[in-house]
């Protein structure tokens, strides 16, 4: 007779653990953290496992998550190598940015993106800055489907289309007038050589003060959403929740948000 067997938290996690182990292995010698640093890797074990749960949720199914995994436990890897405890900055966080990073620099490797989506992206993303430009604050999706000249469901076939876009740069807001990579990270890639320029520095410190900015420009709704979702560490399930709204329809706003952000960033940094 065949049993079904279900494996219970307690044996995924060892399952997990056993899955970084071969990773953290495959790792040559002289770029492995020290025999001491081992407990704090799986202390931090399963902020790899949170960081791909929120990334994958965005992307398509064919992107493999075990792969993401890798990726991630590679990027804790290095962080346990190159943390600065002088640099006042926490491990938790250090180790967060080199995950996401390590992470965020794979899917651009594999360059995923069907090209028809790209297109269809820098098309929009012109259309908002442009739009906003004249407007002079945040457009709203009224004004923005009129000048594309899009139906309700058009427009929202567009947005469902760019969403794993609009999700995956946000920390890519400053543009570098490239063509398909035509964007430089905030805060999400850290450096190998662990020193960040003071003229870089300055970039990100003027960066994140125009995002806080046109944030606090924002509708009431969308306002929320991205303070929910990446402050508050919500997920979108949990923000369509509280505000009784579908899921789809909360990454809707997300993305159109985001989209905003960046376009106006853009268009300020190119003055």
């Excluded at 620099?105 to 790209?118: G, I, V």
């Excluded at 739009?131 to 489907?145: D, N, S, V």
């Excluded at 997300?254 to 905003?260: D, F, R, T």
Aim: proline share 6%; hydrophobic share 35%.
């Amino acid at each position: 007779m065949n049993q079904t067997i279900v494996n219970s938290p307690k044996n995924e996690a060892k399952m997990d653990k056993a899955k970084a182990a071969k990773v953290y292995e495959k790792n040559d010698e002289s770029s492995k953290p020290p025999v001491q640093q081992e407990a704090l890797f799986e202390t931090y074990l399963p902020l790899v496992k949170s960081i791909v749960a929120r990334i994958k949720i965005n992307l398509p199914p064919h992107i493999d998550e075990q792969d993401l995994n890798s990726v991630g436990i590679t990027g804790l890897i290095n962080a346990l190598k190159k943390y600065d405890p002088e640099q006042k900055k926490s491990f938790g966080s250090y180790a967060a940015m080199r995950i996401r990073g390590a992470i965020l620099d794979e899917l651009r490797r594999m360059d995923w993106m069907p090209r028809n989506a790209r297109t269809n992206f820098k098309k929009l993303r012109k259309t908002v800055e442009e739009l906003e430009q004249k407007l002079g604050r945040p457009a709203e999706e009224e004004e923005i489907r009129a000048e594309l000249g899009l139906t309700h469901k058009e427009y929202n076939s567009l947005m469902a289309e760019v969403r794993p876009i609009s999700f995956l740069p946000l920390d890519n807001t400053a543009s570098t007038g490239g063509d398909d990579s035509d964007s430089t990270d905030l805060n999400e890639i850290i450096p190998d050589e662990g020193i960040v320029p003071v003229t870089s520095k300055m970039e990100k410190d003027e960066v994140t003060q125009l995002v806080a900015e046109r944030i606090n420009q924002l509708p009431e709704v969308p306002r929320k959403v991205l303070a929910m979702y990446y402050f508050q560490d919500m997920r979108l399930a949990e923000i369509a929740e509280v505000f009784s709204l579908t899921e789809s329809r909360i990454c809707q706003i997300h993305s159109q948000a985001i989209i905003s952000l960046r376009s106006y960033i853009t268009s300020v940094m190119h003055k």
